[in-house]
């Protein structure tokens, strides 16, 4: 069986029309600012890691964190040059030539439950997706379960890469997993992207950098140029470390953000005064 990469955890009217960029499922865009995105996104983002080190695998193998804190910045992505450079000699790449490619499909009630959970800010919560990690032929049923305002906790199930239909202990691992009725989950959303992981030398760490984004759905596709997502994954909540302290000194602060949030509050009629800071400023910070 393949090995996978340890890395595998109002209305907004004015949001969802001025700029929307809506693209088809798997495609990149047209016209030229598609390419200008793929040049500053994952090529861009190749040469800024081209100085970094690999990662020994005993020293991934410790840094797997899957029960932990995760904290998300959105980044500018002219801001990655600055952030990266600073945090050499302190962290060190997971795998080698830069970053990978990332499908996502969530799956959720039809009444959307898991969205919904998100959104009313219930402590204990669960999400479920298929991640397909496209460089390394494999792919994964994962839960991330919320379980108080700090703590989360990855489950993970390798499956059929393009099986189109759960299995009977595909469905028994999500029992067992997360609280949501199983036999009503179906795909909701979806989101791609390219993902490189940095592992801290020194402490328990792990920093992921997502840029080339594209959320929503099989029909309606919203790509978010410009922007990276920043998450620093910890076993507990600390600004002391490097990355906490590099992103501070960039003016960067973090906030809730959730990738599969997004994606329905783009696409979807659907409430979302919770996520309306993130989604003003991924506005913002479109390109």
């Known amino acids: 069986m393949t090995s996978a990469p340890a890395d595998v955890a109002a209305s907004v009217g004015p949001l ?3 700029r929307r960029a809506a693209i088809a499922p798997g495609s990149s865009g047209s016209g030229s600012s598609g390419a200008r995105s793929t040049a500053a996104g994952g090529a861009g983002l190749r040469e800024l890691l081209f100085d970094f080190s690999s990662a ?5 193998a410790n840094r797997a964190l899957l029960r932990r804190t995760d904290t998300k910045f959105l980044v ?3 801001l990655l040059g600055p952030l990266l450079s600073s945090l050499k000699g302190d962290y060190l790449l997971l795998g080698e030539g830069g970053p990978s490619a990332y499908q996502t499909l969530y799956l959720d009630t039809p009444d959307l439950q898991s969205f919904h959970d998100h959104r009313r ?11 397909d990690y496209l460089e390394h032929a494999v792919s994964f049923l994962e839960v991330k379960s919320r379980r108080s305002e700090l703590l989360t906790v990855k489950r993970r199930r390798e499956r059929p890469r393009g099986a189109e239909e759960l299995g009977e202990g595909e469905r028994a691992f999500l029992a067992a997993s997360c609280r949501m009725p199983t036999a009503d989950l179906r795909p909701a959303a979806r989101v791609d992207y390219h993902r490189a992981t940095l592992v801290a030398a020194r402490d328990t760490e792990r920093v992921t950098v997502d840029v080339d984004l594209a ?5 309606a596709r919203e790509r978010l140029a410009g922007i990276a997502i920043v998450e620093v994954k910890q076993p507990a909540f600390s600004v002391s470390t490097p990355a906490m302290r590099a992103l501070r000194r960039l003016g960067l602060r973090w906030l809730s953000v959730s990738k599969y949030c997004t ?3 783009l696409t979807r009629d659907v409430p979302c005064h919770r ?8 506005e913002g910070m479109r390109t």
């Open 76 to 78: 500018p992505e002219r």
């Open 275 to 282: 996520f309306l800071p993130a989604l003003r400023k991924i």
């Open 121 to 131: 800010g219930r402590r204990l919560r669960d999400k479920v997706r298929v991640r």
């Open 16 to 18: 969802r029309g001025a």
């Open 56 to 60: 020994p695998a005993s020293l991934v």
């Open 215 to 219: 959320v929503g759905r099989h029909d």
């Open 263 to 265: 994606a329905v509050a």
